[in-house]
């Protein structure tokens, strides 16, 4: 009987040799000469995204078909080799690409199971499979696996072949690597991944989707504690190790913004310039592009923009929960309704999503998207206790189911807040050169993806008086210049009322000039524009500041700001007081390079006192950047000296009815400007102002930019006089060409019509033969123009 046993045994030990024989013979003689050439793995170009960073290297965004980081062998932690290792093949640097007894073991399951469910596949054959072959599970794949398997290892050493799997393999979440893994898993670099984070990444190569921390974390941490229990086994790591690391509780990167800095905006940006060039090969071929961005002013700009609309939208009232749900009474089924809800709500970025439970005036109870639950009460409740009050009504009021909001404030507790509707935009650029250092281009890119850094023409208000000051001391004008503050009123034309410019404040009578724009005082303005002339001031703002000629239209509300302009090119215009007097080109990619590391293209900006062409006299930066600081120190500007420096200068600017605030400043090194307003123009408020609005915002990044800079005092050039403790161009002294006054006579009214004839042109064949509409032309955006040219300029507009 043991005899018939083991000749049985031996036959079938004969036959399956045969058959393995015979299959390997097939393989060499039909399968091998099919094979793929090994080109693809032994010169490795896999698909590369484009990659966007910052000056100083940080990487802010990436657009591509697959998100992938190189990274040399070397380079990556022990942990997370080990943990792959441990996981997906512990044989790796034992077998010739083929682990016989894996597959034996595979081959021995499927037999038992019915089907091809064991891989077997070693990550010699995931190269092979994950480069040239398909995923499906057959035994014809499988051969193939196993061949091209051969020809790698005869081909590359296992370092090679390992690095190649560690840069290769799919990991979710569009992720290839697990450099990319850990930055979208994680928010991390590879290099800093904790022992319990690495064994997280190691489970996902056998299913992606089905072990996602992000997606199905119970299933991943279960993987993670085996891949952990494997380590420990395999003497990867200690039982002190092992402990630890299954104690961690791993924080993983919820969907969003998967950077170390917000730069939506920017990133488009540089998309678009990118594919302007080289069309969808950005995608793929791996070009990195350089910013001029400094990653921690662009921190600090969103967090000012993020902080400053906040602010503003407390300020109007709580409009109400997004939704309110029904909630079931069964545990079970309330528990999927809040998170149907949440799922359907999405965190924007600290102002997260949560679903209320239980809600009275005294005490809110609500559940996040983590199942942590938050109470809020006492001073929490401030902002929503109209809500909250037993006669609210829909939609305004909060009872259980409201989805509502919550932030952290600046001491980390939850506070109740809403996504707000108004838009913010701020931009910084370096005067010297025109580098843009920061730029948010809205309150959030996904709620909105219009830039309004660079696409909004917007009204400036009175940020855009200094430029016609700046017209007016090349007239003989000077800050001691004495201007009445008195009514004025012009014609307009028959059939229609009278002009009449006002203040909120009554006339103030004769002022000096440098008073006047400290003030912002409109009536002043529209004097001084009426005496140099509005086409002269239109040539010379748009020829010396780069204003768009037909966006700067040529009559007295021009004074006031009625023309149009982006923040971009408001913040250039202003450059050129900072830097003494030059024309600079902002501009954003500093450099271009392939994935090689070759240079494509440099930026070759223009540079003040270098290459730059002058714009106005140093002795006009000089005297108009006096007069901004005084605005900044003693005007509506005033806020900034919470800065505790002398070397800042910036003008507000709210536009009729508040539609827009604005603040426009800068230091001898940092240009900024802010704006705040609707898409779709609307009052902001009649009590806000510039200065409420904009100002805030432009303190805050300005406080955190300028940190550590000392204060900067400029060198008085060449043609200006200290005469009395006032600044004079030396040609124009009292005297000597110096206007002492405008407007201060017995008869205001009249001396104000003075200059009615050149602001109609009556009389003149090169006027138009009505007058013109108060308001400036539209634009093609969809920005609502004022039917009356007044511009409210009080508290800092």
């Excluded at 002013?297 to 407390?314: F, H, P, S």
Aim: hydrophobic fraction near 40%; charged fraction near 20%; glycine fraction near 8%.
């Amino acid at each position: 009987m043991q005899r018939r046993i083991l000749l049985i045994l031996g036959g079938l030990f004969l036959a399956g040799a045969l058959i393995v024989a015979l299959l390997g013979a097939y393989a060499v003689i039909f399968m091998k000469p099919r094979l793929p050439p090994l080109d693809a793995i032994i010169d490795y170009q896999p698909k590369m995204p484009l990659r966007i960073y910052s000056a100083d290297h940080v990487l802010m965004g990436e657009f591509g078909e697959e998100k992938r980081s190189l990274v040399k062998l070397a380079d990556i932690p022990a942990d997370m080799k080990n943990a792959v290792l441990a996981i997906e093949d512990a044989r790796f640097y034992q077998h010739g690409g083929v682990d016989y007894f894996g597959i034996a073991r595979a081959v021995f399951s499927d037999l038992l199971h019915g089907g091809a469910k064991q891989g077997a596949s070693t990550i010699t054959m995931q190269v092979a499979r994950n480069v040239f072959l398909s995923s499906e599970k057959t035994y014809s794949r499988k051969i193939y696996e196993m061949l091209l398997a051969s020809e790698i290892e005869s081909a590359l050493t296992k370092d090679q072949i390992l690095e190649v799997y560690m840069n290769q393999i799919y990991l979710g979440q569009r992720a290839f690597g697990f450099a990319a893994a850990a930055r979208v898993y994680f928010g991390k670099e590879l290099k800093d991944i904790t022992l319990a984070q690495a064994a997280m990444l190691a489970g996902l190569p056998k299913a992606p989707s089905a072990y996602n921390p992000v997606i199905n974390p119970k299933r991943a941490q279960i993987r993670q504690q085996y891949i952990l229990k494997r380590m420990l086994e395999l003497e990867f790591i200690t039982q002190a190790q092992y402990d630890q690391a299954i104690k961690e509780d791993i924080k993983v990167k919820q969907p969003g913004n998967q950077y170390g800095v917000h730069a939506e905006y920017i990133n488009e940006m540089v998309r678009l310039m990118m594919y302007a060039q080289y069309k969808d090969d950005i995608y793929t071929r791996g070009i990195n592009v350089t910013t001029t961005i400094d990653a921690a002013d662009q921190r600090a700009a969103y967090l000012a923009v993020r902080n400053g609309v906040m602010d503003y939208d407390r300020r109007h009232g709580y409009r109400g929960p997004e939704k309110t749900i029904k909630l079931p009474k069964d545990e079970d089924d309330r528990s999927d309704a809040i998170d149907d809800a949440l799922d359907t709500y999405a965190d924007n970025d600290d102002i997260v999503a949560a679903v209320v439970t239980e809600a009275d005036p005294k005490h809110i109870t609500a559940v996040m998207r983590d199942d942590s639950v938050v109470t809020l009460n006492g001073e929490a409740l401030r902002f929503v206790a109209a809500a909250l009050s037993p006669k609210a009504a829909a939609p305004v009021r909060i009872e259980p189911g409201a989805v509502i909001r919550l932030r952290r404030d600046a001491k980390q507790n939850w506070q109740i807040v809403q996504l707000p509707q108004v838009e913010a935009t701020l931009v910084a650029l370096k005067p010297q050169d025109g580098a843009i250092l920061s730029l948010v281009g809205g309150f959030d890119f996904v709620q909105n993806k219009f830039n309004h850094v660079t696409q909004a023409w917007r009204q400036p208000g009175s940020t855009f008086k200094p430029f016609i000051y700046s017209a007016a001391l090349e007239k003989g004008f000077g800050p001691a210049s004495i201007v009445n503050d008195a009514p004025v009123s012009y014609p307009a034309g028959p059939g229609q009322d009278n002009w009449e410019p006002k203040d909120d404040d009554p006339p103030a009578g004769p002022m000096p000039l440098r008073t006047a724009l400290q003030k912002s005082v409109n009536l002043v303005s529209i004097r001084l524009l009426d005496n140099i002339g509005v086409q002269y001031a239109q040539q010379f703002v748009t020829q010396h500041f780069g204003f768009d000629v037909d966006k700067t239209p040529p009559y007295l509300p021009l004074a006031l700001g009625a023309g149009q302009t982006t923040p971009l090119q408001l913040a250039a215009a202003y450059s050129v007081f900072a830097n003494g007097g030059y024309t600079i080109n902002p501009y954003l990619i500093s450099e271009v390079t392939d994935a090689h590391g070759k240079v494509l293209s440099q930026a070759q900006p223009l540079i003040a006192e270098q290459n730059a062409p002058r714009a106005i006299d140093a002795r006009n930066s000089y005297v108009m950047t006096s007069l901004l600081q005084s605005v900044a120190q003693r005007g509506t500007g005033a806020r900034t000296n919470i800065l505790k420096r002398t070397d800042l200068a910036g003008k507000t600017g709210t536009t009729n009815d508040a539609f827009d605030g604005w603040f426009a400043g800068f230091q001898h090194n940092l240009v900024s400007v802010v704006w705040m307003g609707y898409d779709q123009p609307k009052s902001l408020g009649t009590k806000e102002f510039g200065a409420q609005l904009a100002l805030p915002i432009w303190v805050e990044y300005m406080g955190a930019a300028l940190k550590g800079v000392p204060n900067y005092t400029a060198p008085a050039p060449d043609g200006v006089q200290n005469i009395g403790g006032e600044l004079y161009f030396d040609n124009f002294t009292p005297g000597n060409g110096f206007v002492a006054s405008l407007g201060v006579t017995d008869n205001p009214v009249s001396d104000a019509l003075s200059g009615v004839a050149e602001f109609f042109g009556f009389g003149k064949s090169d006027k138009p033969d009505s007058p013109p509409s108060s308001s400036p032309p539209s634009s093609s955006t969809s920005v609502t123009q004022p039917k009356s040219p007044r511009l409210i300029d009080q508290y800092g507009h």
